[in-house]
């Protein structure tokens, strides 16, 4: 749920942005991209935001901007869904939340999806990573994960020891 004391509006949007292919067309309806603003005051903010995002891009932007309403969860297949990809992990993660709702629920299995995604770097994984619960073995496999990432994106800037094992 957004906690706008946590965060402020404008720096989820620009967080979105950032992380959001908005040029690409949806599957589907079911798989649509869309922000979602509660008043006038986020809705304009939010049409800022895309237009500034369309201009950079210099395509159109396919995101709907559309009111908040009743969030319902994604069926549990589509939960952690990068994860789920992983059967190192997913096996390790789901013996901490066995349970779907647990898992489903959890910001440790979370955080792990976004790095087995692609999200994230070594050094912010080697902040957090003794607190995502996971075996010296699990560790090691999502730090290669994210080492393999980082190649292909060219970062040179992270070096190996940047995110040393335990």
Known sequence: MYDPTRISYARLLEIFWESHDAGSRPWSRQYKAAVFYLGEKQRAEATRSRDREAARIRRQVHTEIL?????????????????????????????????????????????????????????????????????????????????????RRGNREAKETACPTR
């Open 67 to 151: 009111p908040g309403g009743p969030f319902y969860s994604a069926e549990a297949y589509h939960q952690k869904y990068a994860l789920r990809g992983n059967a190192v992990l997913e096996q390790e993660v789901a013996a901490m939340y066995p349970g779907e709702e647990e898992f489903a629920d959890s910001t440790a299995a979370a955080r792990i999806n976004g790095y087995v995604a692609g999200y994230g770097d070594l050094l912010q994984l080697r902040s957090e990573l003794a607190g995502l619960g996971l075996s010296e073995a699990g560790g090691e496999r999502l730090r290669e994960i994210v080492r393999g990432y980082e190649a």
